[in-house]
């Protein structure tokens, strides 16, 4: 069974930082290109930042450039969000999302909150 488990999750004041992890079991992490989607209540998902399988491409939401940095271990089978200079419309529940190469399945994380309140 594949499973992406999240952590990092939490409440922070405006300007704060988190960083969230992902890591994956049950699939070749190393052949997966990962990403992190957001989904605040009443809204579409979005893709927030995408990370190839080995990590020589990134590309990331406009808003969040230049505040997010996506990052990946492939020896820890992991996925990072740092996300630095929070602003509360970063406020939502964060996914991680893996794309297995070839036969394109997605599998997704169970989600995680983040808050951005003062």
């Known amino acids: 069974q594949v499973q992406l488990v999240e952590s990092g999750g939490g409440l922070v004041q405006p300007g704060g930082s988190l960083r969230l992890s992902c890591t994956a079991s049950g699939v070749t992490f190393s052949s997966c290109a990962m990403s992190w989607y957001r989904q605040a209540p009443g809204k579409q998902r979005e893709l927030v930042a995408g990370i190839s399988i080995g990590g020589e491409t990134t590309n990331y939401l406009d808003s969040v450039k230049g505040r997010f940095t996506i990052s990946r271990d492939n020896a820890k089978n992991t996925v990072y969000l740092q996300m630095n200079s929070l602003k509360p419309e970063d406020t939502a529940v964060y996914y991680c999302?893996?794309?297995?190469?070839?036969?394109?399945?997605?599998?997704w994380g169970q989600g995680t909150q983040v808050t951005v309140s003062s």
């Open positions: 999302s893996a794309v297995l190469s070839r036969s394109w399945t997605r599998y």
